[in-house]
T-cell receptor
Framework: SQQGEEDPQALSIQEGENATMNCSYK?????LQWYRQNSGRGLVHLIL?????REKHSGRLRVTLDTSKKSSSLLITASRAADTASYFC???????????FGGGTRVLVKP | NAGVTQTPKFQVLKTGQSMTLQCAQD?????MSWYRQDPGMGLRLIHY???????DQGEVPNGYNVSRSTTEDFPLRLLSAAPSQTSVYFC???????????FGSGTRLTVV
């Protein structure tokens, strides 16, 4: 099974609203990353949070990490139609050199 | 700066045929990986490389071979294509370690 699991699987919101998605993982990690994928395209790296960090911001993105619960959340504030995409969390396990992706959250932002 | 270039973008193979998916990056990245993405799912790691001459297996390596003779190139070979290998294949690279990947635009492979 995959290391990271996103919740919800799909999310539909109005433009201007906030979008929150969660990621849970199973084993100790070096870092957790979030990527965006527009339909039919390659993934784009959004943000990386290290295991010793609890919160990180980048523009309209806010990521939190709770290593005790093995979970992370991605918040997109003031969403725009252009934020419509699938969002994936990915974990770099502490004892390895591999990046493992979750199943993704499909976000639809309605204008 | 081209980033990560994958060729071809689309390919149809017959069962049993072999082919090589090409991946090249011009960013002098040490770390490169191949993933497959099936409909509605996340990415699964096939093989990865931490530098020229060094490769290792990911989660789903069976039926695929890789080599890394140069820093720039990381081809993925399908030995004998099967319908279960129908997927979109992504190559990704990073400067050091599996962080902040740059992805190629993908190869959509159909095996009939």
């Amino acid at each position: 099974s995959q290391q990271g699991e996103e919740d919800p699987q799909a999310l539909s919101i109005q433009e201007g609203e906030n979008a929150t998605m969660n990621c849970s993982y199973k084993t100790s990690i070096n870092n957790l990353q979030w990527y965006r994928q527009n339909s039919g395209r390659g993934l784009v790296h959004l943000i990386l949070i290290r295991s010793n960090e609890r919160e990180k911001h980048s523009g309209r993105l806010r990521v939190t990490l709770d290593t005790s619960k093995k979970s992370s959340s991605l918040l997109i504030t003031a969403s725009r139609a252009a934020d419509t995409a699938s969002y994936f969390c990915a974990t770099d396990k502490a004892a390895g050199n591999k990046l493992t992706f979750g199943g993704g959250t499909r976000v639809l932002v309605k204008p | 700066n081209a980033g990560v270039t994958q060729t071809p973008k689309f390919q149809v193979l017959k069962t049993g045929q072999s082919m090589t998916l090409q991946c090249a990056q011009d960013m002098n990245h040490e770390y490169m990986s191949w993933y497959r993405q099936d409909p509605g799912m996340g990415l699964r790691l096939i093989h990865y490389s931490v530098g020229a001459g060094i490769t290792d297996q990911g989660e789903v390596p069976n039926g695929y071979n890789v080599s890394r003779s140069t820093t720039e190139d990381f081809p993925l070979r399908l030995l004998s294509a099967a319908p279960s290998q129908t997927s979109v294949y992504f190559c990704a690279s990073s400067l050091r370690g599996p962080a902040g990947y740059t992805f190629g635009s993908g190869t959509r492979l159909t095996v009939v």
